[in-house]
Structures are given as C-alpha cells and as structure tokens.
C-alpha cells in the first residue's frame, strides 16, 4: 500500500509540475476580462465590426502577443511594436522613418495605431482596405520586417505555446495566416482613444477644462482645419495634396500608385491629429519636426501643383497668435489613458 | 410422383422469389432520375498554342513573334456554375487556384452536382470584388499562395512570369501579374464555356471537363502584346486591363463526358 502510494506520487508529482510549468507559460498572467468595441457617445459606425471575427479575450491576447512578438521579422529584431509604441500612441517616436531589418529606412513615417477599427483604408497611401489585411505588408515589405508570410506562419505555428494560444482562441490547433490576422485584428481593432482633455471638455466632464487659448484654438481648428481633420475621429479619410513639395529623390507618388491615376498625385490619407503631440515627427515623410511647424505650413510653406487640395492651395490665412493657439488646442489631444491603458501593453516576460 | 411435386413446387417456388426480386428492382429506363448528385471533375490543361506548356525548358513564340519561355503560370478559377437543362448547379465556396508548377492543384471535383444534363460551365478568371475586401481568407486565397498584393489589397487573377530575348528588360524577364477587383480597374472575368457535347450527371458515372488554358491567348486578342514594350504589368490600370481582356479568351473546353 505504501509503495503505492509512493510511485502514485512519483508519477503524479512530475505531472503536477510539468503541467503547472505550461500553465505558467500558456496563460496569460493577467486575469480574463471582458474585451469589447466600445463605440464612444456620437461617434460614427465604425468601419471594422467584428462581423466575422468573433471578438473575445482569448483573441485578444493572442493578437497582442502577436503584435509584440519579433519573429515577425527576418531576423527577430523588430516586432510591430517597435514601430509603434504605446508612449507615441503606437507610431514611432522621434523617427521621421522607421529603420526595420538591418536598419533598412522605410519610406514614410510610421502612424499613430489609435482608432483603427474606424479606418475604412490604411497606409498613408489607403492600398489596403481591412484591417485583417494590414499586417502582412509590413511583415513582406523587405525594408520593413522581410519575412515571407509562408515563414511567419511556419514559425509560429512551431510553437507549442502559440498552438494553446490558437486553441484557445479558435478550437482547434490549426494556426494559418487568417487566423493570425484575425487575432491581430482583434487587439488593434479595440485600441480607442477617447478620453483625451478635449472629450471631457466634450462631454462636459471635470478635467475637460480650456483656457482661452485652447478655446480660441478650437474656434479657429474648426474654422480653418476640421473640414479635412473632421471630429471626432479627427480625419476624414479622404486622400489630399496638403501641398507638400514634392521630394526630389525618390518622389512618393502617395495614392496615386494604388489608384495608376494621375489626378491621385502626392495625395495620401488625412491622418488624425488625435494624440498629435506625442507622435511627432508629421507628414507622411516626417519631415516636419513640430507642431509649430506643422501649422506653419499651411500658413506659408503650401507648394502647389496641380493636385494640391484647393483648401489649402492659397495657404491658410493665420496670425502668429492663432497659430499659437491652435498648437495649444492640438496638444489637448492627447489622451494618457489610452497610452497608459494596460490592456495594450506587451505582456509581461 | 411425390418427388416430381415436390421438385416442382420448390422450382415454382424459386421462379416465384426470384420474379418478385425482379419486380422490386426493375432497370431504370430513365437515364436521369428525379433526385441524387453525381461527380464532375474540372481538369485543367495549361497550353502555349497547341503545345503543352512546360516550365523553364520551352521556348514558344507569341502572336507578336516573339520568342518565349515560361517560368510561372498560376491564376484563379472561382464562382464555378454548371448550366443544365433543369437548373444551375453553383458550387459553394468556390475558389481554386491553379498553378501550373503544382499537378495536384490542375483538377477540382464538383462532388454534388444534380442528376441533369448540362451544356456549359460558367466561370470567373480571378476572385470576385467581394473577397478582395472581405479581410483575411484561408484555403485558396490564404495570401501564403503568393497570389496576393500585399501593398494594394487584392488578389492576383493571373500570374505569368518568364523570359523572353525580345523582352524590354535588362534582365530579358517578363513579369505579368494582373489584379485590380474594383470598377475600371477590374481584371477579373466572368466566361461561359460551352461543351463539345452535352453532359449527363447521373448515377453512370462521373463526368470530366478538359479545359484547356492557353498561355499566348493573354497576349494575342483582342491586344497583341509585344515583349519589347509591355514587359511588366504589375498594377492596375490599363495594361492590367488588357491583359484580362485577352484572357477572358484563353479557356476553351476540349472535352466533356465520362
């Protein structure tokens, strides 16, 4: 009996610390909670609706290992976060370019991920048009992460721990390119940032105070700027020359190598100004360090061609104090829950 | 005598048993029976004119005049109808990639298809706009296939790629991959190919569809494309469109029947 009892505990024991060894490695060490696109009040529809991708935690966390992990890469440098920071409101912080494998430069800056679920195009020139699709670009694009799909799969799919994860979040084991897009989907698709100084002043919250400053830059925002950078989502989402001169190497012909038609010239997607302080450098090159200076171009730096949106094409008509406040209405965009929000955070090591 | 009644009662006996049999299976002298599904392969033969296409070893030559090899010759074969006489057979999720590099993928079974008879096959070249914008998708049109634009979401219809002296390019590649789903710019094409002769799905037999795919029909009509000038066609636009233009015609059916 006693022997018994004994090998019962030599084999249960091992069992026992095997398994909780894979418990420690497979779930995630945060506890469940409840995952959800929450539509901010007046909001517009959003264009990404979870239709035909089930939004649930276990996705979620999926996605976000995902998004953090940097196998993504050729050479395991460079994940998608590296790019696009949480602190930045996921763009790439003080890089007008971003440099992926072998520091290989990209051509245009990396953008603020915040309200992706809204976007009905991505990519600074909208060549793709779901979210599901927007991953696998910047992990083929060779000055990106350089790795083939077919690569990216087999590598996680190699993983023991990823094939819990996928088990988890979808069934069975089965891991495929659609099923890793679908997780990634989910984690961008709930990144909202909507809680910024000027939604509680929206929402006529405390802590939503102006000064007459930031009051007199709405007045002027909106009287000058809202007609592209539309609220709430502070983008239209249209393609515009914003009168940029075009470079001289390596001219970016922006949305018109998606469309092949030339009146699409220099156009790319209006980007949101939400969290505009903290993603600098601007433009779609980078090449405007600051918020001052941003707002300066369309005061005096507008080059015009013949695509050059007629909004901006004669300049925008702004005194030094408007420009000022302006600035200082652009900087209560920035919305520290969302940047501070554990939900988006690399998991724990 | 006992023996004899009792040799004919067991023979009347078996005739009995054995009519009966036959009663209740009598053969059908309809050839298409009300209800049941049967089997119709689609096999695919990539072709250059009236040669059969091989990879890399080939040389062919165009409607142009000029002188060809082949590398790569992939495209996408979706939304597959049967026309029958009774009605349309519509094959559920309905996307096959046919590559020639790959033998297996040169054939697809259309498993339950009516009892009926049927005239043409109706088809689309490419992948409808609809799963172009409908996010990510696995099986045929997982982007793993390399069928897909990564940069400009859509898929590839038709992929050609090889070499040709005659090419424009420094390295005398040529370079054909037609996609754009949306509007002008759409490269996918919708044909109906009759039969030689009509097939009867039914409890005989599966049916095959031979169809033959011809390499030069995508630079011979209703534009002949020169390798000295369109060498590479990698976005949408015009050039794009006239390639799918040309391949709306390069499927024909070659045989249909048992």
């Known amino acids: ?349 | 005598m006992k023996k004899t009644i009792q040799t004919l009662f067991a023979a009347l006996m078996v005739s009995a048993i054995m009519t009966s049999c036959e009663k209740k299976d009598p053969p059908s002298p309809d050839p298409v029976p009300e209800d049941g599904t049967g089997k119709v392969k689609l096999e695919f033969a990539n072709k250059v004119g009236s040669s059969n296409l091989s990879l890399n070893d080939q040389s062919y030559v165009n409607e142009h005049g000029d002188t060809f090899k082949v590398s790569i010759f992939d495209y996408y074969i979706t939304n597959v109808k049967l026309n029958g006489a009774k009605g349309t057979y519509t094959e559920s999720e309905s996307y096959h990639l046919i590559k020639q590099e790959d033998a297996t993928s040169l054939s697809f079974d259309l498993s339950d298809v009516p009892y009926d008879t049927y005239t043409s096959v109706t088809l689309m070249i490419g992948v409808d706009s609809l799963r172009n914008v409908s996010g990510a998708q696995s099986g045929a049109l997982d982007p793993a296939h390399g069928m897909f634009w990564t940069w400009s979401t859509g898929y590839i219809m038709v992929k050609m790629e090889g070499t040709s002296p005659q090419s424009g390019a420094s390295n005398k590649g040529l370079i054909y991959h037609a996609a754009g789903f949306a509007g002008a710019n759409a490269t996918q094409r919708t044909v109906t190919l009759t039969f030689p002769t009509a097939i009867t799905v039914s409890k005989s037999g599966d049916n095959h569809v031979h169809i033959d795919a011809d390499v030069n029909a995508m630079f011979k009509s209703p534009n002949v494309i020169d390798f000295a000038s369109h060498y590479t066609i990698n976005s949408v636009g015009t050039n794009a469109k006239m390639l799918a233009d040309n391949y709306a015609n390069m499927l024909t059916v070659s045989y249909a029947g048992l």
């Open chain 1, 1 to 349: 009996m006693k022997k018994a009892i004994i090998s019962g505990i030599c084999i249960l024991l091992p069992l026992v610390i095997w398994t909780a060894g894979c418990k420690k490695e497979t779930i995630d060490p945060r506890t469940w909670e409840p995952v959800a696109l929450n539509v901010p009040k007046g909001w517009p529809e959003p264009a990404y609706t979870f239709a035909n991708n089930k939004l649930t935690w276990e996705g979620f966390t999926l996605g976000r290992k995902l998004f953090y992990d940097v196998r993504f890469s050729r050479d395991s440098t460079v994940s998608c976060g590296s790019c696009h920071q949480q602190f930045a409101s996921f763009a790439h912080a003080g890089h007008d370019l971003s440099h992926g494998v072998d520091d290989r430069l990209g051509t245009r800056n990396s953008p603020s991920l915040a309200n992706m679920a809204w976007h009905s195009s991505f990519f600074w020139d909208g060549g793709v048009n779901n979210l599901e699709n927007q991953p696998i670009n910047p992990i083929q694009n060779p000055l990106e992460m350089d790795l083939p799909i077919t690569e990216a799969v087999n590598r996680i799919a190699a993983d023991a721990v990823y094939k819990a994860h996928f088990k988890r979040a979808f069934g069975d084991e089965t891991i495929n390119s659609q099923r890793i897009f679908k997780a990634m989907a989910q984690f961008m698709g709930i990144m909202v940032s909507a809680d910024s100084r000027y939604d509680k002043h929206e929402r006529n919250e405390t802590g939503g105070t102006f000064d007459t400053h930031e009051e007199r830059g709405l007045t002027l925002f909106r009287q000058h700027c809202a007609a592209c950078h539309k609220e709430p989502l502070f983008s239209d989402f249209s393609f515009r020359n914003n009168g940029l001169a075009p470079a001289i190497v390596m001219t970016d012909s922006g949305r018109a190598r998606i469309t092949g038609d030339m009146a699409d010239m220099y156009k790319f997607k209006v980007p949101s100004l939400r969290n505009i302080a903290i993603t600098q450098p601007y433009m779609h090159d980078g090449r405007v360090r600051t918020l001052e200076d941003a707002v300066e171009h369309y005061r005096t730096g507008v080059y015009a061609t013949v695509t050059t949106d007629p909004l901006v094409k004669d300049g925008i008509n702004l005194t030094d104090d408007d420009k000022k406040d302006i600035v200082a209405f652009l900087k209560t965009l920035t919305d520290s829950t969302f940047i501070n929000n554990p939900l988006f955070a690399e998991p724990g090591q």
